[in-house]
């Protein structure tokens, strides 16, 4: 079965550089979320997208933002970066459904800010 | 404020025995509660899910435990291996918050062989 595509899977920037990480949901999810995991830390979510829309933001800095594109990929764009952004993030996708909540979630880029 | 509680934060078990995680939680508008399983480098994974309008879950090994009047709801693993060494993150979501997940804080998992 199809999962949640993450790219790329490492990365490596210096501070005050930009950075951009993708998202492929799984195919017919319509939402999008992204959620920033510290070392032994639960994952703190950042932004969700439904229908690409802006579904509800979390703790994401001015300094990133992100989108859902027309095909339901999503980005997020990093800028300005800090040590302290150096994180897993994850993309999960869902069906939007009332009655499901279930998340997927992909296998996570790893940033790492030098 | 950690509105979902879990505890403890590691368990070490030996093979064969029974992993025991508690979650509580304070907003009584979560209906969906989710377990997920984090292996180290991975993404959490789905495991089991339960909504308040049951008490008990099963799937294979794995139990949810659900006690609504106590708001708290548990993780049982039978027969625990040491393949199930992980981080297991207990969550809660409802619709008024678009059903976005409210994670606990983890709970490191190792089986001794």
């Known amino acids: 079965a199809a999962g949640v595509i993450q790219s790329p899977r490492h990365l490596i920037k210096e501070k005050r550089e930009t950075a951009t990480l993708k998202c492929y949901p799984i195919?017919?999810?319509?939402?999008v979320y992204w959620y920033q995991q510290g070392p032994g830390q639960d994952p703190q979510f950042l932004i969700s997208?439904?229908?690409?829309?802006?579904?509800d933001k979390g703790s994401i800095p001015d300094r990133f933002s992100a989108q859902q594109f027309s095909d339901y990929h999503s980005e997020l764009n990093m800028s300005s970066l800090e040590l302290g952004d150096s994180a897993l993030y994850f993309c999960a996708s869902s069906f939007s459904t009332v009655n499901t909540g279930e998340l997927f979630f992909g296998e996570g880029s790893r940033l790492t800010v030098l | 404020q950690q509105q979902v509680k879990q505890s403890p934060q590691s368990l070490i078990v030996q093979k064969g025995g029974i992993s025991i995680i508690n979650c509580a939680y304070e907003?009584?508008?979560?209906?969906?509660f989710p377990w997920y399983q984090q292996f180290p480098g991975k993404g959490p994974a789905l495991l089991i899910a339960?909504?308040?309008d049951v008490s008990e879950k099963k799937e294979g090994r794995f139990t949810i435990s659900f006690n609504k009047s106590a708001k708290q709801f548990s993780l049982h693993i039978m027969d625990s291996q040491p393949g199930d060494s992980a981080t297991y993150f207990c969550a809660a979501a409802y619709a008024g918050n678009n059903r976005k997940l409210i994670w606990g804080l983890g709970t490191s998992l190792a089986v001794n062989p």
């Open positions: 997208f439904y229908e690409k829309m802006q579904s």
């Open positions: 195919p017919r999810h319509d939402t």
């Open positions: 907003n009584t508008a979560f209906d969906y």
């Open positions: 339960i909504r308040p």
